[in-house]
């Protein structure tokens, strides 16, 4: 397993989790571009955007839904954003799908 969201999905690398459950896992960015950085990921590796389908599109609901009741509890109440980066062009780079859940700043559109 050379996946680095893996290894902390696994608990083979020692991350401090702010939510887990038998289908995903968030914690805190390692590199913080707000006061509140959060990374929200599936268990099981899948590699990006361009991976979800039928079988595992489910994920990503649970995702947004559990996304919404951390960005309360961390008292986000008038936002927050949500991003995903897909791909070279996206800047992604951890091939494991992965959501952002950025606030406590106001944020900027577009993004650079
Ligand atoms: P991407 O650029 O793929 O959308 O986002 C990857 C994110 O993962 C980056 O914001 C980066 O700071 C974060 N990251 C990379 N390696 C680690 C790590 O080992 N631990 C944590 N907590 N975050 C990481
Ligand atoms: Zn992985």
Known sequence: MDCIFCKIANNLIPTKKIYEDDKIVAFNDLEPQAPIHILIIPKVHIGSANEITDE?????????????????????????????????????????????????????????
């Open 56 to 112: 595992n599109k489910d994920i990503v609901s649970h995702i947004f839904c559990v996304a919404s009741k951390i960005a309360m509890e961390k008292g986000l109440k008038d936002g927050y954003r949500i991003v995903n980066n897909c791909g070279v062009e996206g800047g992604q780079t951890v091939q494991h799908l992965h959501f952002h859940l950025l606030g406590g700043r106001s944020m900027k559109w577009p993004p650079g």
